[in-house]
């Protein structure tokens, strides 16, 4: 009995161990977690990863084009740890049926969980999560690096062969602010990009906080629903995500449209800030206290025809 007690114990820490490394692998956990939601009317897509839009100004930009579009692609590294999660629960399928088809051997006796194969298990956990963080850590930097008021790639950087060149089109923000102000002469964009800084930090205090009454005013309903199930979730694991010091570096329109009696304005973010959840007694679950986390995120904003209040419609990733 002390020998199948030890087996399932040391079963029981191998999955703790891969556990926290898979979840480690994802610790973006700001507003929305990271991810893409919401709603952009019309122009909405199903995919999770924003498409790069034209800039109004600059001769051409680059896009990527993925050789295949498939769910690998989604979320950075989402490919990586459906793996890892196959391998690993393979391997921990494969140790669990041989404990337990030698536990029902003559005198208890039978192959078990040995200690080569819970240093081979955690050995492989390792490398995985060395290998998606240097390929997070990696891909940070290429972002950090190519960064120039709207995502342009610096001169002379080599393009290779899934890239083409895309002419920009100069007239689409003119065009949606011209007919915007039909209806509002007075919008300026000036102004609505404070309107954006100010409501970005007014939106990440209140998910911090976990208050949804800070949160209900700036979003549309759907965009309330989905922090709603959030804070729920987070309320239930008795978990806070913090955010400190956050630095907005550039706010920038990149499209203006109007359908169904709606107006919407989609601005590019680019900002960094600490972002890392911790339990109620303050103790680090995922992400850092010290390493700062850099992202762009094109923030969609709506509200019915003319001078009314603007809404949080959708956060979709660059």
């Excluded at 003119?174 to 007919?179: D, I, Y």
């Excluded at 729920?232 to 499209?255: G, H, P, S």
Aim: aromatic residues 10%; proline residues 4%; glycine residues 14%.
């Amino acid at each position: 009995m002390k020998r199948h007690l030890a087996r399932a114990f040391t079963l029981a820490a191998a999955v703790l161990f891969l556990s926290v490394t898979v979840l480690e692998m994802g610790a973006e956990a700001r507003v929305g977690g990271g991810r893409s939601m919401g709603s952009r009317g019309t122009r909405s897509y199903s995919g999770q990863a924003a498409p790069s839009y034209a800039q109004p100004q600059g001769s051409a930009y680059r896009q990527q084009v993925p050789p295949t579009a498939g769910p690998m692609q989604q979320q950075g590294g989402s490919f990586l740890r459906s793996m890892a999660g196959g391998v690993a629960g393979g391997l921990l399928g494969g140790m669990l049926f041989r404990g337990m088809a030698g536990a029902g051997g003559v005198g208890g006796a039978g192959g078990g969980i040995g200690i080569f194969e819970i240093l081979l298990l955690a050995g492989i956990g390792y490398l995985i999560y060395r290998m998606v963080k240097k390929r997070r850590s990696e891909a940070a930097l290429q972002g950090a690096g190519s960064y120039s008021y709207g995502g342009y790639e610096q001169q002379g950087a080599t393009i290779s062969a899934p890239y083409r060149v895309i002419e920009p089109s100069y007239n689409d923000v003119a065009t949606g602010l011209s007919h915007l102000r039909q209806m509002d002469p007075g919008f300026d964009e000036g102004r609505f990009n404070d309107l954006v800084m100010d409501n970005f930090f007014k939106i990440q205090g209140g998910w911090m906080n976990r208050d949804l009454a800070v949160l209900a005013p700036l979003v549309t309903e759907e965009m309330k629903g989905i922090f709603r199930d959030d804070i729920d979730r987070l309320l239930r694991d008795r978990q806070v995500n913090r955010l400190e010091n956050i630095a907005v570096r550039n706010v920038e329109i990149t499209e203006v449209w109007q359908e169904a009696g709606q107006d919407y304005v989609t601005a590019r973010i680019y900002a960094n800030l600490l972002d890392y959840t911790t339990d109620e007694n303050g103790q680090v679950i995922t992400g850092s206290k010290t390493e700062p986390v850099k992202f762009e995120e094109l923030w969609t904003f709506a509200r019915p025809v003319g001078n009314n209040p603007w809404r949080l419609s959708g956060i979709n990733q660059v």
